[in-house]
């Protein structure tokens, strides 16, 4: 008898297992412009991106954030780095007997303020209550929908100036030997600010989830030009990411460890807990595939802003294939492989 | 120190309460065409249809259904009932440690037979997994689109035949004095099988849920035309829906109980429960305001469906006001006020 494990919700490998061995079977098939076995960040029907996410971050209050800022952000970047401008959004709220209605105007605060932040608007929700168990509180769901901007239509124009290119949306799919990886900035500060605040560690220095709506940097990249696709890095992190990359667009990608923005107190948490940063996720960073001769100019357009300021060119799109090839720093390169799951559970 | 209970959740004045006071104080203030305030079935913006619910039903398999078909059915309805057709879903799964992985495979099976019927795709979803604790398994949030449909179109021209009406969709606040008030067939099914099965009472006989998605039949209901509003009973049952379109259409409603349908095994359960079948939540029923002109029609109409076979004239709006008037089968009249909450918790 085989039952559902934490792990199965930790966004890697298995997760993705779970996904493909029976969501897939039972739910696949329809004929949308991108359907849900491209396992994309978001679907695509008659030009509308919709997106649905289910928010279980525990604790509900940590550093940083809190599971309303999260819940709104995390559509809103699912939907933007499709290429689509988020617009309205749905949410379903299951909260626990008992939860302090003084918590949930706390996270219904937050969530206003974010969606101020993001310039979107919340138009229908639903509520729920269940008895009090594991949830820590609530769980929120997220759904949303963007439709097709202009910015993405100059973005493809600038795309088709360098490679022939009949894509419309940014799809994992899209990228091709050549392509220049950027990252917006420093990895792994979400996971860490969850875990520290879950077990109360110390970690001699206060880390903060970066989680933000990234929607607004997205467009300004976009109106610059070059990009074929784009990923937010959530569970399991960038190793997860760019496995997915790498195999839904058939290719292999090679990243400097040098170049990969990391903070000092990330890193020594990750040491002293015994996990790899490159697998624990965060929730305002993404990860950028663009045509090479558009890549400095696009770096340049991300460091422009405070969300995008420690952003970096890491790696590149070396051929066909299925691999991410890490250059590390210690000298020697090796597979970085895609991780069974985040290390740190329920982190979204 | 106030905190969530319950009732919160059981669709009555109270979640009413909880919405009202807390969630449009933050979330409210869209300029969409149908926005989070107009607290309707579903959101409307650029003419899409945007619902999102979330699914806590417990036991998540019951007679006649399960939480896999009521998942789909749920939020496929409260489009369709906004005059829409529904077209795409999300799918967010909540799964709890332990789910053998078998009843996950039962509860997907039932979703794509029900996507099947409604003919409704799911294109995009979200799996998470929580510790064990009090969800009985999974809850699942589905979040959909639909869109203007011709059905509607001639829907709203038959209206406008017999009255003067600007609404382009079918709102609560779309009744006026004079309309017909129908119902798809008899109450309480849903919440008696689900109390039945949670509580392991022997009713003397087998009631089953009546879920079902029934967006199909109400496109035929629109093209006979004549429909100003439409309402699925759920939480609160036939009481919550009737006052929700007193309140949000400032009108009198008078039903008369005697035309209610409601099945012996249904009515001799609530007796021994001590629960009013008017306070019972359906999950494939319908209310239906119609222009007195075209209430025979839609009625025939409504009973050529095995889902509306039993459906029945149950009243009419008698003038401006905030009142829902029983007429009794003992005799005389009472006040239907709006329950608290629905008597029987987690039935959707």
Chains 1, 2 share one sequence.
Request: with cysteine; proline share 3%; glycine share 12%.
């Amino acid at each position: 008898m085989d039952l559902i494990t934490m792990t199965h919700g930790a966004g890697g490998s298995l997760t993705d297992d779970l996904i493909k061995k029976y969501v897939l079977k039972y739910l696949g098939g329809s004929d949308v412009e991108v359907p849900l076995e491209a396992l994309d960040d978001a679907a695509v029907i008659r030009d509308i991106v919709l997106k649905s996410d289910s928010h279980a971050v525990k604790p509900i209050f940590f550093p940083g954030g809190d599971i309303g800022r999260l819940a709104i952000a995390g559509t809103v970047n699912d939907i933007a780095v499709m290429g689509a401008e988020p617009k309205a959004l749905a949410t379903g709220f299951i909260l626990e007997e008992g939860l302090e209605i003084s918590d949930l105007e706390r996270i219904l605060q937050s969530m206003m303020l974010t969606c101020k932040e993001a310039e979107v608007s919340v138009i229908t929700g639903d509520t729920k209550v269940v008895e009090k168990g594991a949830l820590g509180g609530c769980v929120i769901n997220t759904s949303g929908i963007g439709f097709r901007c202009s910015a993405l239509e100059r973005n493809l124009e600038v795309v088709r100036e360098y490679r022939s290119f009949t894509k419309r949306w940014l799809l994992d799919s899209n990228l091709r030997p050549g392509d220049k990886i950027l990252i917006s900035g420093s990895i792994g500060e979400h996971g860490v600010a969850i875990m520290a605040s879950r077990y109360g560690y110390d970690l001699g220095g206060k880390v903060e989830s970066d989680v933000a709506p990234l929607n607004k940097m997205i467009k300004s990249l976009l109106e610059v030009g070059g990009i074929v696709s784009m990923k937010d890095l959530t569970r399991g992190g960038l190793a997860n990411a760019l496995n997915e990359w790498s195999e839904k667009s058939g290719v292999n990608i090679l990243v400097h460890e040098e170049d990969i923005p990391i903070r000092k107190d990330v890193k020594a948490a990750c040491e002293m807990l015994g996990i790899d940063p490159l697998q624990v996720g965060n929730e305002g960073k993404i990860i950028i595939g663009v045509v090479p001769e558009m890549a400095d100019e696009v770096l340049r357009e991300l460091r422009r802003h405070r969300k995008g300021r420690d952003a970096q060119v890491i790696g590149e799109v070396t051929g066909k294939g299925r691999m991410v090839i890490l250059d590390t720093l210690v000298g020697g390169r090796r597979i970085l492989s895609r991780p069974v799951g985040d290390p740190i559970p329920r982190i979204c």
